[in-house]
């Protein structure tokens, strides 16, 4: 069955903002630590922002200070909030759900698409 379900990608220009939303599993969301990660086209993916276990967040150096990580525990989703997006920015984006203790160490939502464009 589906685990994570993304949405909120879509085309935006320079300067702009997108919100993408990850809804979760409750046996997921309240036991793997949440993030999301990106993948541009011919380049590895990486990781853009996560929730660790103990509730902290990390970035990538590259979007410290424009994108922001959220959740709300009461909907079981995650969200990443991108404002001043740039050209560099345009990958699919993936919800990642990461727990290395439990049988299944990790879950990948199915991406979806951001294009920064003039």
């Known amino acids: 069955q589906v685990q994570l379900v993304e949405s909120g990608g879509g085309l935006v220009q320079p300067g702009g903002s997108l919100r993408l939303s990850c809804a979760a599993s409750g046996s997921i969301f309240n036991r793997y630590a949440m993030g999301w990660y990106r993948q541009a086209p011919g380049k590895q993916r990486e990781l853009v922002a996560t929730?660790?276990?103990?509730?902290?967040?990390n970035y990538v150096d590259s979007v410290k200070g424009r994108f922001t990580i959220s959740r709300d525990n009461a909907k079981n989703t995650v969200y990443l909030q991108m404002n001043d997006l740039k050209p560099e920015d345009t990958a699919v984006y993936y919800c990642?759900?990461?727990?290395?203790?439990?049988?299944?160490?990790?879950?990948w939502g199915q991406g979806t698409q951001v294009t920064v464009s003039s």
């Open positions: 929730f660790t276990r103990a509730g902290r967040t």
């Open positions: 990642h759900a990461d727990n290395p203790l439990a049988i299944t160490a990790e879950y």
